[in-house]
């Protein structure tokens, strides 16, 4: 895999930006013309730099502006219960984000609901309905400070 140069790292923060933007519109930024500019975005796609291009939406205009931050800790820790739990996290349309964590908690999950009551739904019918689940801990988001699906490069 080629290293990234100074034009490829600027196109990455140019798209992560606005994923809208032309090659023509990026070219013209850079101060080159849009063919390059092409070849390399085709690199870096193909390369997994790029993994997708999505729309950020609007979590209040959706009406999902519940946002719940549940720990979840296992009973057991072997292995066939730890992939039985990513697994099944994989169906639930309400999780967002779930990472295996290291430490006093073993999951992560960044949840999103109308509200309360439709949370409390979800862990009741849902989430508490995945086997070896020994502990759910869950915080409610006051306030989005700061929100970006932009990595520092």
Same mark, same amino acid.
């Given at each position: 895999?080629?290293?990234? *140069?100074?034009? *490829?790292?600027?196109?990455?923060?140019? /798209?992560?930006?606005? =994923?809208?933007?032309?090659?023509?519109?990026? =070219?013209? &930024?850079?101060?080159?013309?849009?063919?390059? &500019? @092409?070849? #390399?975005? #085709? #690199? /870096?796609?193909?390369?997994?730099?790029?993994?997708? @291009? +999505? =729309?950020?939406?609007?979590?209040?205009?959706?009406? #999902?502006?519940?946002?719940?931050?549940?720990?979840?800790?296992?009973?057991?820790?072997?292995? =066939?219960?730890?992939?039985?739990?990513?697994?099944? +996290?994989?169906?639930? *349309?309400?999780?967002?984000?779930?990472?295996?964590?290291?430490?006093? +908690?073993?999951?992560?999950?960044?949840?999103?609901?109308?509200?309360?009551?439709?949370?409390?739904?979800? +862990?009741? @019918?849902?989430?508490?309905?995945?086997?070896? &689940?020994?502990?759910?801990?869950?915080?409610?988001?006051?306030?989005?400070?700061?929100?970006?699906?932009? @990595?520092?490069?």
């Amino acid at each position: 895999m080629e290293q990234l *140069d100074q034009i *490829d790292t600027t196109i990455l923060r140019i /798209l992560q930006s606005d =994923a809208k933007k032309t090659t023509k519109e990026i =070219a013209k &930024i850079l101060n080159l013309t849009p063919s390059p &500019i @092409y070849e #390399r975005i #085709r #690199r /870096l796609e193909k390369q997994g730099f790029i993994k997708k @291009y +999505v =729309a950020i939406l609007d979590k209040k205009l959706i009406d #999902r502006s519940i946002t719940t931050i549940c720990q979840v800790s296992m009973r057991y820790h072997n292995e =066939a219960f730890i992939e039985k739990f990513e697994e099944q +996290v994989q169906n639930l *349309d309400e999780v967002q984000e779930c990472f295996h964590m290291a430490g006093q +908690v073993d999951f992560l999950l960044k949840i999103h609901t109308k509200s309360l009551e439709e949370y409390h739904d979800f +862990v009741k @019918y849902k989430l508490s309905k995945i086997e070896n &689940i020994g502990v759910l801990n869950s915080t409610f988001v006051l306030k989005d400070i700061k929100h970006t699906s932009e @990595y520092y490069i």
